[in-house]
């Protein structure tokens, strides 16, 4: 068996994928303090099933990721995976190449891939037992560890020859026989007790066994006797469900005869409601007649009661009227009385006018000195006085340009 190479991928000061191959002889790894070279011994520990985080030198587990710098971000995982070159069939496996992987992811989780598929550590310890190669083999010998095994106690000595001897493999499956054994013990220990516990119940067993035998038996019986009542009752049923089939017939067709009845009932129904529209719109037309004709009505009282207040307005000018004709009546009789003293007055004004015209004919050629003094009296002189056909009415007639006292200019 012989290790060819080791890869690594964000494993403590690798971020990047670093492939390390072991040629024939001896291979060194040659560094200054702090490049990491301790690094790749604690990977070969760790993908080995190392569970120690103070082994691998931290605080814990997650410290074996890559956690990033200032030029780098942080790994989410770390892988670590070992080959060996089995063609001398060492390990226990057909394959001429054995690869052995562990990742680690930052929340905490880890797997172990044996040949690129998932296994448990328990395999890989297995897979290496006997030959020296695993997280407590001696083929991993770091810096003073040889004084610790030199010095360590004598069962930690003899841990390491029997790894060198190749024994540990059979103790330890000497060991995972015993702790077989002393389960098989414990399990056969509790038989032990359940089949004392059962022995002790076997009496009240028996009889309650023969109680259920028994009580098969009456059930058994019992359920002959249940399938009698049941075709019993099965054959009464049959006859009362064809009374009740007959009946349901005869249901079924008054039924359709009260659908139909429904049905006819319903037309009736839908051809009244028509109907009631009809005559709600009827209705409602007579109203809005009703309503105009109210208010014409209304329209006319209105106006026969201005009708009414005019009559009464013409009635009281007619009162009026009348009274202002018996005034008018009675002025005129003082007036008639006036103008018959007035004609009385005129006849003897005529005749006086009639003497003076007479003087005036006389003396109008003698007395040249009078006769603008005649001419200026008389227009005064030729007074006339007329009566109209109503009686009413006076004119005196002065001289041509005067006036009646009504405003009417004289002929």
């Not at 291979?27 to 190392?50: F, H, M, Q």
């Not at 059979?170 to 077989?180: L, Q």
């Not at 007395?367 to 030729?382: V, W, Y």
Request: proline share 1%; charged share 35%; net charge negative.
């Amino acid at each position: 068996m012989k290790l060819s190479r080791l890869e690594i991928f964000g494993f403590k000061s690798f971020p990047q994928r670093t492939d390390i191959r072991f040629d024939a002889g001896i291979t060194g790894i040659v560094g200054p303090n702090g490049s990491g070279k301790s690094n790749i011994a604690d990977a070969v520990r760790w993908v080995l099933g190392e569970q120690s985080a103070r082994a691998l030198r931290g605080a814990k587990m997650e410290d074996v990721i890559f956690s990033g710098t200032q030029k780098r971000r942080l790994m989410p995982y770390c892988e670590v995976s070992l080959v060996f070159d089995n063609q001398d069939g060492k390990l226990r496996s057909d394959r001429a190449e054995v690869m052995v992987t562990r990742r680690a992811y930052r929340t905490g989780e880890g797997e172990y891939f044996l040949n690129k598929k998932n296994c448990r550590l328990k395999d890989i310890v297995e897979l290496f037992q006997d030959t020296g190669v695993g997280r407590e083999g001696y083929s991993i010998i770091g810096q003073g560890h040889i004084d610790v095994i030199l010095s360590g106690k004598g069962e930690e000595r003899r841990a390491a020859f029997e790894e060198a001897a190749g024994i540990s493999g059979f103790r330890s499956r000497k060991e995972e026989a015993e702790r077989k054994l002393e389960r098989t013990q414990e399990y056969l220990s509790r038989a032990g007790d359940l089949l004392g516990e059962l022995f002790s119940r076997l009496e009240p067993l028996k009889a309650q066994a023969d109680a259920a035998r028994a009580y098969l038996r009456l059930s058994e019986q019992l359920r002959s006797l249940d399938a009698n009542i049941f075709l019993s009752r099965h054959e009464r049923v049959s006859r009362r469900l064809s009374g009740l089939t007959e009946n349901l017939q005869a249901l079924a067709e008054q039924v359709r005869a009260h659908e139909a009845d429904i049905a006819r009932l319903q037309g009736e129904r839908r051809q009244a409601e028509a109907d009631m529209a009809r005559a709600d719109a009827l209705e409602a037309e007579a109203k809005e007649a009703l309503r105009q004709r109210e208010e014409a009505l209304n329209a006319h009282l209105l106006r026969c009661q201005r009708a009414d207040d005019a009559l009464r307005a013409a009635s009281d000018e007619a009162a009026r009227k009348e009274a202002d004709a018996a005034d008018a009546r009675r002025e005129a009789e003082g007036i008639l009385s006036i103008l018959d003293a007035a004609r009385a007055e005129g006849e003897q004004g005529r005749m006086l006018a009639l003497q003076a015209d007479r003087a005036l004919k006389v003396n109008w050629d003698t007395s040249a000195a009078n006769k603008n003094g005649t001419a200026e009296i008389e227009p005064a002189l030729a007074e006339s006085w007329t009566v109209s056909d109503d009686g009413l009415t006076t004119v005196f007639k002065i001289r041509e340009g005067v006036t009646f006292h009504d405003g009417t200019p004289l002929d």
